[in-house]
């Protein structure tokens, strides 16, 4: 666990022509560096929206060192998600809303040398999960309807957040507590207050002129608050 903000920069805003380069541009000196990138696998199925895949994603890998986060939302997670393990992704993400077996699949993505990230959408509740998340990594709480980039932060989710930080503090689970949709200047203070460790922010990175001084500048507005949620671990 990070003792301090983890920022994942969603490639998903960034110039899908240019990903290399939008990839190194986050790859700065220790402070301006994203911890991980967060990449949105879409099947225009399971939402109704197409991004890209295993292929593009193998190519991401060879092209930089910061750990990859994917984030499938995809059918049929159980047959696909190991392949992203296997192709050497840090993270794999997986909805809870899809799978069949999430317990198998989590044991399934860390066979192939992954953490298991389980993902809920807004409108569904944490606690029916609580035992099956004792299985994962990460939990991947959404704060806007997963499918497209650039939509408003759904408050109302931090409730979720402040449930799962309370679990982990009180070891019920252990994994990285991390949020997805909406995060900006405007609303990472009150995610690392409900307890995030881990932001995945879009175009407050790729929209602004030095993506890496955006991370930084997000890393250093959510540490204060950061700290307070896990002040005593």
């Known amino acids: 666990m990070s003792n301090q903000p983890m920022i994942a920069p969603s490639i998903l805003s960034a110039d899908f022509a240019r990903l290399a380069d939008e990839m190194a541009a986050v790859n700065g000196e220790p402070g301006h560096r994203a ?39 995809i059918e049929d997670p159980d047959r696909w998600a190991p392949g992203y393990a296997e192709a050497g992704a840090y993270n794999v993400t997986v909805h809870v809303e899809a799978a069949e077996d999430p317990v198998m699949l989590a044991k399934n993505l860390r066979a192939a040398g992954a953490k298991a990230g389980l993902s809920i959408k807004p409108n569904t509740p944490l606690e029916p999960y609580v035992e099956v998340l004792k299985h994962y990594d990460t939990l991947l709480v959404m704060s806007v309807e997963p499918g497209f980039g650039g939509q408003s932060f759904i408050a109302d989710v931090l409730t979720k957040v402040r449930k799962a930080r309370e679990l982990v503090d009180t070891g019920h689970l252990n994994l990285v507590v991390e949020i997805d949709g909406g995060i900006n200047a405007d609303t990472i203070e009150q995610a690392a207050e409900a307890g995030v460790d881990c932001f995945v922010a879009g175009s407050a990175v790729y929209g602004a002129g030095d993506p890496a001084q955006a991370v930084e500048a997000l890393r250093g507005q959510a540490a204060p608050a950061f700290a307070n949620a896990h002040a005593g671990l």
């Open 35 to 73: 911890d991980w990138l967060h990449v949105d696998v879409m099947d225009a199925h399971f939402v109704p929206n197409l991004t890209l895949g295993l292929p593009v994603v193998k190519s991401l890998l060879k092209a930089t060192d910061i750990p990859i986060d994917c984030h499938l939302m």
